[in-house]
């Protein structure tokens, strides 16, 4: 598995070496900048899966480095504090900061905290994966799979079931010359009674539903003995 990278920004120079050599004893790839300006430089060079940011920096602020960090993404920050009052921590917290630590800690309170926070972002990046729409796109057409509709731009384009089902297969087997035999066995994972007619017959409806010349069609080609070639090209 890839090493997670951590960023920490600290200006204390032992504080910052300690947790390098630390954090990457643990198997992590760790830098380590001093303020908020090398922090700015490294980010716009470097990934990070997380931040260890230091609440008091030279020039800009922990908490104002939080609050900017927020409006460009979530990127997991556990914020440090040599001080340890209740108000700084939700201070911290309300400003976009994930976790809050105080020092002095015991670096292996810190790893507990880096794990679980990395896990928790996976796994709430693992959930938005899963409640993403599984759309096709080809040319200026999007084709919802779970909602069964297909978009041309803001306009709904209206396919019967097996209309849908043929341009489905089409969609998952792309830049591939698919036989009407095998056009036919796969229809039959979808539907209860596959088209009993020429599969030829479909494909023409479908191609006038997406405006597809029959004479140069731009997506659905016809290949003369052996069946046909769904080309998605460029979207627009």
Same mark, same amino acid.
């Given at each position: /598995?890839? =090493?997670?990278?951590?960023?920490? @920004? #600290?200006?204390?120079? *032992? $504080? ?5 050599? &630390? %954090? !990457? ?16 430089a ?36 556990? /914020?440090? =504090?040599?001080?340890?009052?209740? @108000? #700084?921590?939700?201070? *911290? $917290? ?5 976790? &809050? %630590? !105080? ?23 693992a ?24 978009h ?54 479908l ?13 659905i ?16």
């Amino acid at each position: /598995m890839e =090493s997670k990278h951590i960023l920490v @920004v #600290d200006d204390d120079a *032992g $504080l910052r070496e300690l947790l390098q050599e &630390y %954090l !990457a004893a643990q198997g992590f790839q760790v830098a380590a900048v001093a303020d908020g300006t090398q922090m700015d430089a490294y980010l716009s060079q470097h990934a990070v899966d997380l931040l260890i940011l230091d609440l008091m920096l030279p020039g800009e602020d922990g908490l104002s480095l939080a609050r900017r960090l927020r409006t460009r993404g979530s990127l997991p920050i556990i /914020m440090l =504090s040599a001080r340890g009052e209740d @108000v #700084d921590r939700i201070v *911290g $917290l309300e400003v976009g900061a994930d976790d &809050y %630590l !105080a020092k002095p800690f015991n670096p292996r309170e810190l790893l507990a905290r880096i794990r679980a926070l990395l896990r928790r972002n996976e796994q709430g990046q693992a959930r938005s994966d899963e409640n993403k729409p599984n759309i096709r796109r080809f040319g200026p057409f999007g084709m919802d799979v779970d909602a069964r509709v297909l978009h041309k731009h803001d306009l709904t384009i209206q396919l019967t079931a097996g209309e849908f089902n043929l341009l489905r297969i089409f969609a998952e087997h792309p830049n591939r010359v698919l036989g009407r035999d095998t056009i036919m066995d796969m229809l039959k994972g979808y539907e209860r009674s596959p088209f009993d007619r020429s599969i030829d017959v479909r494909v023409t409806r479908l191609r006038r539903k997406i405006g597809d010349d029959p004479n140069a069609p731009q997506f659905i080609r016809t290949v003369w003995g052996e069946g046909y070639l769904f080309s998605p090209g460029d979207t627009v």
